[in-house]
């Protein structure tokens, strides 16, 4: 069965330095892998997504994250973070069930960027 | 600009009373699904709607909670009677059969004293 598994609840880091969230999943089969965050007080927004090809995927915001089938990851990235980035993010990878493609969300990193 | 909506943002409520929450999926969008997340649990899946029937809704509570799709351009979730346990943020999103992606409302904060 496909699961997700974010490695950090909570990733402090200061602003200007670079940032990687960690996601590892369990599949047995070929999956789409997504992130997206969740701004305060408000719903989830798509930052990337991986469904085949180029394994090194650029997402809104700057970020990018890069699929490792070997090591079933796919970590997310910033080479260098804005207070704006606070939020939570979160992992998730397609299910096959009933008939239909459901996303499995990982439990969420919470980004706090300090000046 | 396309979104969805969700009404309304927040709801407090006594226990034993009915809730109904609203969602309007994006315009042209033909897949529906309902979300709940706690602390506790995260994110949830509750219900799948694809043209307006619903195809999973294994993650319902079915004792209490029931989602429909009236037309096209509105879908509800509805608890009834609400317990405090129900407390919960509960989004909504809509996306397109073929597309693995979902657009999500800005969710319905409820809370049941």
């Known amino acids: 069965a496909q699961s997700v598994t974010q490695l950090d609840s909570q990733v402090p880091v200061f602003e200007e330095a670079p940032v990687e969230l960690r996601c590892n999943y369990s599949s047995s089969v070929s999956v789409y892998l997504f992130w997206y965050v969740q701004y305060p007080n408000q719903g989830l927004q798509l930052l990337l997504k991986y469904l085949s090809g180029s394994t090194l995927v650029k997402g809104i915001n700057g970020f990018e994250a890069e699929f490792n089938k070997s090591q079933t990851s796919f970590h997310l990235r910033k080479p260098s973070v804005h207070i704006s980035d606070t939020a939570e993010y979160f992992c998730?990878?397609?299910?096959?069930?009933?008939?239909?493609?459901?996303?499995?969300f990982g439990a969420g990193t919470r980004l706090a960027v300090h000046p | 600009d396309a979104r969805v909506t969700q009404t309304p943002r927040h709801k407090v409520t006594e226990m034993g009373q009915e809730v109904t929450m609203r969602c309007q999926p994006i315009?042209?969008?033909?897949?529906v699904f309902w979300y709940r997340q706690t602390m506790m649990q995260g994110l949830e899946l509750l219900a799948y709607f694809r043209n307006r029937a619903p195809l999973d809704d294994s993650g319902m509570p079915k004792d209490r909670f029931s989602a429909e799709m009236p037309d096209a351009t509105l879908a509800t979730l509805k608890i009834q009677p609400s317990e405090p346990r129900d407390s919960a943020v509960y989004f909504c999103a809509s996306g397109s059969v073929g597309s693995n992606e979902q657009f999500f409302g800005p969710g319905t904060r409820l809370t049941v004293l």
């Open positions: 315009l042209g969008h033909n897949t």
């Open positions: 998730a990878v397609t299910k096959f069930s009933g008939g239909y493609n459901k996303l499995i």
